[in-house]
T-cell receptor, first 111, second 112 residues
Framework: ELKVEQNPLFLSMQEGKNYTIYCNYSTTSDRLYWYRQDPGKSLESLFVLLSNGAVKQEGRLMASLDTKARLSTLHITAAVHDLSATYFCAVDFNAGNMLTFGGGTRLMVKP | GAGVSQSPSNKVTEKGKDVELRCDPISGHTALYWYRQRLGQGLEFLIYFQGNSAPDKSGLPSDRFSAERTGESVSTLTIQRTQQEDSAVYLC??????????FGPGTRLTVT
C-alpha cells in the first residue's frame, strides 16, 4: 500500500524556536514535494526534492530527502508568525501520474 | 501569468443532484490532475489526464464520478447523484511535465 505519514499532525511553537516536521513514506520513490496551505486557500509549492540527499532551502525553511530511509524532513529555523499554515508532503510513487499526500502538519507560531 | 482557475468556487447542492466542476489549466500544460480534500485531511487523488487521455482512473471513488478533458485544455469533473460524503474541496492541478503540479484555488462542494 502506498502511504505517506507526517508527524506531528499539529505543532504549536513560539516565535524564534526551531522545529522539524517529518514525512515517512512506504515504498521506493525519489520524488517528494512539500506544499504549504493557508486556511481556505489552495496549495503553494515549496520544494521539489528529486534525489537522495537533496537539500533545498528557502528563507527559514529547509527540506531534505533520504530515499534510503524513505524520509523527508522540513526544518523550521527561528519561526515567525507568518509561517503559520498547514504543511503537506507528497510523494510521487508512479512516475508523475499522481501524488500521494500525507495528512498534513498544522503549524501555529505564537508571538 | 494566469494560474490554474476553477469554477465555481463554491457549490451547494441537494443530495441526489448532479454537479459539474470545471478546471482551466495553465496554457500549455499537458498534464492535469484532480484531487479531493475532505475537511481537515490531506489530498486524495481522483484522476490524471495526459493530454485528453486519462490513463489512470483508479482514484475515482465510485461510478458516480467521471471526468473529461477536451482540447488538451479545460477539464470537467462530474458527480452524479451527489451524496453527503461527496462534500469536500475539489482541487485541480496542472503541469508541463510530471515534475510539477500547480494547484488551482479549488471548488468547495457542499451536499445538503
Amino acid at each position: 500500500e502506498l502511504k505517506v505519514e507526517q508527524n506531528p499532525l499539529f505543532l504549536s511553537m513560539q516565535e524564534g524556536k526551531n522545529y522539524t516536521i517529518y514525512c515517512n513514506y512506504s515504498t521506493t520513490s525519489d520524488r517528494l514535494y512539500w506544499y504549504r496551505q493557508d486556511p481556505g486557500k489552495s496549495l503553494e509549492s515549496l520544494f521539489v526534492l528529486l534525489s537522495n540527499g537533496a537539500v533545498k532551502q528557502e528563507g527559514r525553511l529547509m527540506a531534505s530527502l533520504d530515499t534510503k530511509a524513505r524520509l523527508s524532513t522540513l526544518h523550521i529555523t527561528a519561526a515567525v508568525h507568518d509561517l503559520s499554515a498547514t504543511y503537506f508532503c507528497a510523494v510521487d510513487f508512479n512516475a508523475g501520474n499522481m501524488l500521494t499526500f500525507g495528512g498534513g502538519t498544522r503549524l501555529m507560531v505564537k508571538p | 501569468g494566469a494560474g490554474v482557475s476553477q469554477s465555481p468556487s463554491n457549490k451547494v447542492t441537494e443530495k441526489g443532484k448532479d454537479v459539474e466542476l470545471r478546471c482551466d489549466p495553465i496554457s500549455g500544460h499537458t498534464a492535469l490532475y484532480w484531487y479531493r480534500q475532505r475537511l481537515g485531511q490531506g489530498l486524495e487523488f481522483l484522476i490524471y489526464f495526459q493530454g485528453n487521455s486519462a490513463p489512470d482512473k483508479s482514484g475515482l471513488p465510485s461510478d458516480r464520478f467521471s471526468a473529461e478533458r477536451t482540447g488538451e485544455s479545460v477539464s470537467t469533473l462530474t458527480i452524479q447523484r451527489t451524496q453527503q460524503e461527496d462534500s469536500a474541496v475539489y482541487l485541480c492541478a496542472s503541469g508541463r511535465s510530471s515534475y510539477e503540479q500547480y494547484f488551482g484555488p479549488g471548488t468547495r462542494l457542499t451536499v445538503t
